[in-house]
């Protein structure tokens, strides 16, 4: 089971991104999905999520209103649609899987600890 995160780029400060995140394996389709994101320096942070579903998702504060998660597909890809980037939103995103089934750890679905599949990062850099 893989998760292979990509879309980062360059762009410059009030424009738009959309990141994918592309799942190999059947387990995907029933488990809850997140966007994560590491800034130099920084701990890794909790940007979005969605139930296994698509019924619900959540957001950071500092994203909500401006990123957009959504999935689709039996197989499962998972998109960050990033509009009115920040400088401040320039790090390195990861999305990732909760260990669970039937997203029934959604309550703890911005808690890093309990996504147990990773993809490898994708880097958004967003100019001033």
């Known amino acids: 089971v893989q998760l292979q995160a990509s879309g980062g780029g360059v762009v410059q400060a009030g424009g738009s991104l959309r990141l994918s995140c592309a799942a190999s394996g059947h387990t995907f389709s029933y488990r809850a999905m997140g966007w994560f994101r590491q800034a130099p320096g920084k701990e890794r942070e909790f940007v979005a999520a969605i139930t296994w579903n698509g019924g619900s998702t959540h957001y950071a504060d500092s994203v909500k209103g401006r990123f957009t998660i959504s999935r689709e597909g039996a197989k499962v890809t998972v998109y960050l649609q990033m509009n009115a980037l920040k400088p401040e939103d320039t790090a390195v995103y990861f999305c990732?899987?909760?260990?669970?089934?039937?997203?029934?750890?959604?309550?703890?679905?911005?808690?890093?600890?309990?996504?147990?599949?990773w993809g490898q990062g994708t880097l958004v850099t967003v100019s001033s």
């Open positions: 990732a899987a909760q260990s669970a089934l039937y997203s029934t750890t959604w309550y703890r679905a911005s808690d890093w600890g309990v996504y147990d599949r």
